[in-house]
C-alpha cells in the first residue's frame, strides 16, 4: 500500500526501527542509515546466531526486516552530502536522536524542508522535544519508571515491576507510524511536509486509559494489584490443580452462569454486583480457586467454553509460536537471511482482506547486514537524480565532479 514512499530511517534501538519496519510492512522502501559502527541493537544480546566470526543479534532481527542497510557517516562531509541527495529524494525521515542532534549534524527541520518541502519529518525523543527536561536521553525502563506504568504493574506488596517487553518503545513506534501514515494523507491535499513528533513518554501516557481517569477525575492513585483487574471482580488469574487459568467476567450475565457453575452464592451481598465483586474480591477469588484446588487445567478451560466464559491459559513464548491459531493469522514469517539461511520472524500485525494473510507485502526480506545494500542504494540515488535533472533540468542544482564521485563510492 506504501509501495511508492522511500523512508530514510535514521534511528536506532527500537522505537524508531519499529516504527520504519511497520512501515516497510506496508511496502514502503526503507533505507535504514546506519553509522560505520552499525545500530547499536547489532550488539545487544546473547542471544547471538550464526557464523563465529559474524554472530548476529536476535535482538536486531526482531525489528528490521524488510529493510535496506546503508552505512554514512554524518559528521564528515562525504556521508552529509549523500544524507542530503537521499532527503531530497524522500518521502519520510525518521529519527529519534537526542533533542537537537539533528540540527548540529546541519540538517534542522528547516534545513530538511528547504532541501525537500514535501518531506515528512518524524522525531521520536525520551520525554518530548521541549519542555523543562526534553533534553533528557530516554530508555524504555526508564520511561516506564518515570510514565508511572511500573508503579501499576506487579504484586500489591512486591517492588514496582516492568512490562516483560520494551513496551514504551514499541507503543512509540506505533505511535510514529499513526502520525507519518497520517501526515502522507495530508500531504496527498496540501502537496507539503509536516513534522510528526512522539516520545516514549506520551506513547506510555496515551495508554494509561482508565488508571488515567482514576486519578484525573476520580482523584484515587491507581496502585498495583497483581494479576487481577482493578474495577471488575472477578478478572484475573486463578490457580488450578497444575497450573493457572486466566476467567474474565465482563457482564452480570456472565456472572450469573459463572456462579452457577461453580455453585458460588450470587445472591449474596458481597458478590451481588461488580462494585461490591471488588470490594470483596479477596474472598470471592479464594472462593473460587477452592472450586479449582482439585481440577486441571485443561478440565477447567473445558467447563468454561461450555458455558461461554472468556478464559485462556498462560502460555510460554514456544508455545505461542507452535500453536495453531498463531499461524493461522500469519503472525510469522520466513525470510532468507545471508548468512542464517531460512529463519522465522514475527510477523506483522496488520491483515487486508484483498492483500497476502502476512500483510501488505507479497514477501518480507531479512533484516540486512550491515552496508549491504551500500552499492544498490547509491546507484538507485545516482538513477533518481539523472531522471529527475532529464524531466526538469533546473530541478536539481548541477553537482560538481567532485560531489558525483563521493556519492557513487560503496564505503561512503
Request: charged residues 20%; hydrophobic residues 35%; aromatic residues 6%.
Amino acid at each position: 500500500m506504501l509501495s511508492d514512499v522511500v523512508v530514510l530511517d535514521l534511528s536506532r534501538a527500537l522505537a524508531g526501527p519499529h516504527a520504519a519496519m511497520m512501515l516497510a510492512d506496508l511496502g514502503a522502501r526503507v533505507i535504514k542509515i546506519e553509522s560505520p559502527a552499525g545500530d547499536d541493537t547489532r550488539k545487544w544480546g546473547p542471544p547471538f546466531v550464526g557464523p563465529v566470526d559474524d554472530r548476529q543479534s536476535t535482538y536486531f532481527l526482531s525489528c528490521n526486516r524488510n529493510k535496506e542497510s546503508l552505512v554514512l557517516d554524518l559528521k564528515s562531509p562525504d556521508g552529509a552530502l549523500v544524507l542530503e541527495r537521499l532527503v531530497k529524494q524522500a518521502d519520510v525521515l525518521l529519527e529519534n536522536f537526542r533533542t537537537g542532534v539533528l540540527d548540529r549534524l546541519g540538517f534542522s527541520v528547516d534545513r530538511l524542508h528547504e532541501l525537500n518541502p514535501r518531506l515528512i519529518v518524524c522525531s521520536i525523543t525520551g520525554f518530548g522535544h521541549d519542555g523543562p527536561e526534553g533534553d533528557r536521553p530516554g530508555y524504555d525502563q526508564i520511561a516506564q519508571g518515570e510514565a508511572g506504568l511500573m508503579s501499576i504493574t506487579g504484586e500489591a506488596d512486591g517492588k514496582p515491576t516492568k512490562v516483560g517487553v520494551p513496551i514504551a518503545d514499541l507503543l512509540a513506534g506505533i505511535h510514529a507510524t499513526v502520525g507519518i501514515t497520517t501526515a502522507l494523507y495530508e500531504r496527498s491535499t496540501t502537496g507539503k511536509g509536516s513534522v510528526v513528533r512522539t516520545s516514549l513518554l506520551a506513547g506510555l501516557v496515551g495508554v494509561h486509559a482508565f488508571q488515567g481517569t482514576k486519578w484525573t477525575v476520580g482523584n484515587e492513585t491507581p496502585t498495583r494489584i497483581g494479576n487481577h483487574h482493578p474495577s471488575i471482580s472477578p478478572y484475573g488469574l486463578f490457580d488450578v490443580s497444575d497450573g493457572t487459568v486466566q476467567i474474565a467476567i465482563g457482564s452480570e450475565g456472565q456472572w450469573t452462569r459463572l456462579a452457577e457453575a461453580l455453585n458460588l452464592p450470587a445472591d449474596d451481598s458481597r458478590f451481588v454486583d461488580n462494585q461490591a465483586r471488588v470490594r470483596n474480591r479477596g474472598q470471592l477469588t479464594k472462593m473460587m480457586e477452592d472450586t479449582f484446588s482439585g481440577r486441571s487445567m485443561e478440565d477447567v478451560m473445558l467447563q468454561m467454553t461450555q458455558i461461554g466464559i472468556p478464559a485462556g491459559r498462560v502460555r510460554t513464548i514456544p508455545q505461542v509460536y507452535e500453536w495453531e491459531q498463531t499461524l493461522s493469522q500469519g503472525l510469522t514469517v520466513q525470510v532468507e537471511h545471508p548468512l542464517l539461511g531460512d529463519i522465522t520472524l514475527p510477523g506483522p500485525p496488520i491483515r487486508f482482506d484483498h492483500g497476502p494473510v502476512s500483510g501488505a507485502r507479497r514477501a518480507h526480506t531479512a533484516p540486512p547486514l550491515l552496508g549491504e545494500h551500500q552499492a544498490a542504494i547509491l546507484a538507485w540515488l545516482d538513477e533518481a537524480e539523472w531522471q529527475q535533472e532529464v524531466a526538469d533540468p533546473q530541478s536539481i542544482r548541477k553537482r560538481s565532479d567532485s560531489s558525483t564521485e563521493i556519492g557513487s563510492k560503496s564505503d561512503v
